[in-house]
Nanobody, 123 residues
Framework: QVLLVESGGGSVQAGGSLRLSCVAS??????MGWFRQAPGKEREGVAA????????YYTESVKGRFTISQDNGKNTVYLQMNSLKPEDTAMYYC??????????????????WGQGTQVTVSS
């Protein structure tokens, strides 16, 4: 069992930045990802990282603005979000999978989830 705890959400104006953190209770040697869900919308995969070699994956809408990274020593994954837009407003969730997965931005591939942290971007 892996427990995930997110932090770092908040309210910012468009163009601002936030850094989300996700601390895992144990080392996850597979994939970790960030997902988001806005009211009335489906959950969307935002970014993912393969713990083994730091390979990163992003959904098209955040490429060049968001960066996912990890600190193995702290069992922590970060999501640096720059140039935030109102459409980035959502609850952001951290997820982990201890096995190899092919569809890294599909939530159904992940076994463990955090409780979420709210990100609100005002125009």
């Amino acid at each position: 069992q892996v427990l995930l705890v997110e932090s770092g959400g908040g309210s910012v104006q468009a163009g601002g930045s936030l850094r989300l953190s996700c601390v895992a209770s144990a080392y996850t040697h597979g994939f970790m990802g960030w997902f988001r869900q806005a009211p009335g919308k489906e959950r969307e995969g935002v970014a993912a990282i393969y713990i083994g070699d730091d390979t990163t994956y992003y959904t098209e809408s955040v490429k060049g603005r968001f960066t996912i990274s990890q600190d193995n020593g702290k069992n922590t994954v970060y999501l640096q979000m720059n140039s935030l837009k109102p459409e980035d407003t959502a609850m952001y969730y951290c997820a982990a999978s201890r096995r190899w997965i092919a569809r890294v931005l599909f939530g159904s591939e992940y076994n463990y989830w955090g409780q979420g942290t709210q990100v609100t971007v005002s125009s």
